[in-house]
């Protein structure tokens, strides 16, 4: 079985998606559809932008999703996953690739995504950090044991969770993982707690935009990030996709589900080999590529 596994946010680069649209007519239309519905030339940004540019959050995550999405059509003929799943953000991009969301809606959610959680992140100095290589449930106790906002919120793969939350809550967390033995704790430069409940404010922005949209049923499941699991009832979709934000991502549990449920090969579609990486640190002898 084949599935097809889609990035979020960090997997943007200069220069992403400019291959496929010098060599596709089909992307060049998506590209194009793009930069009239978001009001501004995000084509442009992605081709020509600096590092910077594209770590704006209203822009960095319609670009993923915009050049995960024209790779995902721009194989349409042989685009035949078994099931898929996506990295955060990527779930969007996922939903899309498997007729949940028509393009246009897909990139309207992507964009009020991401523009509430640069609301939310306004709102309170807050921030991330990946821990390496300590046990899940001392991570969680050490969360667990400060008064300030902090908690788990990527299970990215054996060896590497991240933490979310607020400035003071991090900090205190990271000393506190130092105590309990932590020899690697990477503040991440992110401008907010992703995945965590400072997001509430946009998760309520989101939810109301989710509830206006019209889904469609899938052509395969989706393993959601909220509870790993196998997807195919729309509500249900719907409501994973508005905890999301609040919930952390249990990526190392979804790639297990997936394994277990028979996938032989996952094909990452979107820009860089992120999720290739952490597939690999959860099962070495798992088929791994890109599209």
């Not at 788990?152 to 991240?162: E, S």
């Not at 907010?192 to 052509?219: C, V």
Request: glycine share 8%; net charge neutral.
């Amino acid at each position: 079985m084949k599935a097809y596994v889609f990035p979020g946010q960090g997997s943007q680069f200069p220069g992403m998606g400019k291959d496929i649209f010098d060599k596709n007519d089909k992307v060049k239309t998506i590209f194009n559809d793009a930069n009239k519905i978001l009001g501004f030339n995000i084509s442009e940004i992605m081709f020509q932008g600096s590092p910077a540019d594209l770590k704006q959050t209203k822009v960095t995550q319609p670009a993923i999703f915009l050049h995960s999405v024209a790779l995902a059509k721009s194989k349409q003929g042989s685009f035949k996953p078994d099931m898929v799943a996506g990295h955060s953000l990527g779930e969007f991009s996922a939903l899309v690739a498997i007729g949940v969301l028509d393009f246009e809606s897909g990139l309207k959610l992507v964009n009020r995504r991401a523009m509430a959680m640069q609301e939310a992140c306004e709102l309170q100095e807050s921030g991330m950090a990946a821990v390496i290589n300590m046990d899940p449930d001392i991570v969680a106790e050490v969360c667990k044991s400060i008064e300030e906002v902090v908690v788990p919120a990527n299970f990215n793969a054996p060896g590497q969770i991240v933490i979310s939350g607020s400035k003071k809550g991090i900090d205190m967390a990271i000393e506190k993982l130092k105590e309990a033995g932590g020899r690697k704790i990477i503040p991440l430069p992110v401008g907010g707690a992703f995945h965590s409940p400072l997001m509430e404010y946009a998760r309520k922005k989101l939810e109301e935009a989710i509830d206006n949209t019209n889904f469609n049923n899938p052509i395969c499941p989706i393993y959601q990030n909220v509870d790993a699991k196998s997807h195919i009832d729309i509500s249900e979709m719907k409501q994973n996709l508005i905890k999301q934000l609040t919930h952390p991502v249990l990526w190392t549990q979804t790639i297990e589900n997936m394994i277990n449920d028979g996938v032989k090969e996952f094909i990452e579609t979107g820009p860089g080999s992120v999720l290739q990486g952490l597939i690999k640190k959860i099962d070495i002898n798992i088929n791994v590529r890109s599209i």
